[in-house]
DNA sequence: GCATTATATTTTATGTATAAACTATCTCGC
DNA sequence: GCGAGATAGTTTATACATAAAATATAATGC
């Protein structure tokens, strides 16, 4: 039961559940995002950033600014400059520029992009939910309930917490 | 409710479940990573590709080899091989070849190694405490037992499904 | 023994990601 | 208007990640 690599960092056994949460939701996502990487490739010849890019344009017709798309992925600006030129390469996004304010780029769909993502979308649904296949309606009911919870956790905690602290004296 | 991305792309509203759970796994660990990782960074000026990787040997005092940390961290051995490098040069690891096989590396924390994940590991530990404080220890049993069963879904699911079925055929 | 095959790891080419510095533009207060 | 700061995005340097090809060694079958 108990980790070594806990007990001799000092670790007390009952104050590893978070820890042991944490290692799992890690291993479910990688587990899960190496499946739909695999068949994207297989499929499509392309990646998860590509598909949740198009994704979250499907959804916008109007497009999106290259900073709502960073927020939007959780990533940096700078990864997105990156993943929207080689979009444009590929002929599936294209941009321009806001009338108002030049500082600001306009993202969206080509025909090309839509086309594509509408045929991405379904395939990717029966990855998943064939991934998913093990739980019932009322497990992944539950799961998506808990992990809503932990979104709210996680928005909840401090930034940047002292590490050297005694989590168990809170 | 309906979500446009999927409308549009023909799936039916009461097939989203899974989707839906999948995409609040994604985003909650990409949550979780960014506090780790920034916390990582500013305490222990690190990674949490290093840090995973100085956690495996921790756990080994006999040492791994390339292939088996390449499985345990579910990255491919190329990538192993430049993480390994790294931290050679930072002289919190070092390699030995295999007596009898040649092929073989053996990579084992340094004294140094030891010594600095033994700090990170309960600042860690806090960090990701303090996240999932949101959570009572009975959702945290919860949580854990879900995602057990969502790996043993995932390891049981075909790898390289037809994505243009109707996964409510099933 | 020797060719074949399998295994362990590295190399190569490319894509994805970050943080930090930088450029350009806009907004606000005066 | 104008300067100070804020905001949007890109660039730079580097790290992490993959897939596929290459290298080196070992194990197997004959």
Redesign the interface.
Known sequence: MH????I????PDD????????L????????????VR??LR??FASTLPRFDLL?QL??SPGGLTMGEISARL?VTNGNVTGLITRLVDEGLVDRLQDEDDRRVQWVRLTPKGNKM??SM???????????????S?A??????T????????????????????D?SA?
């Open positions: 980790d070594p690599a806990t001799e960092a000092g670790i104050q590893l559940l978070p820890l042991r949460v944490w799992a939701l890690f291993s479910s996502v990688k587990q899960i995002e190496a499946v695999t068949n297989e499929s994704s499907y959804r959780m993502f509408s979308a379904p395939a990717n649904q029966t990855w998943v939910t064939q991934a998913m296949a093990g739980l309606d497990e992944l009911r539950q799961l998506q808990l992990l809503g919870k932990l979104k709210s956790s996680v928005a909840a905690a401090p930034k940047h917490p002292r590490g050297d602290e989590p809170g």
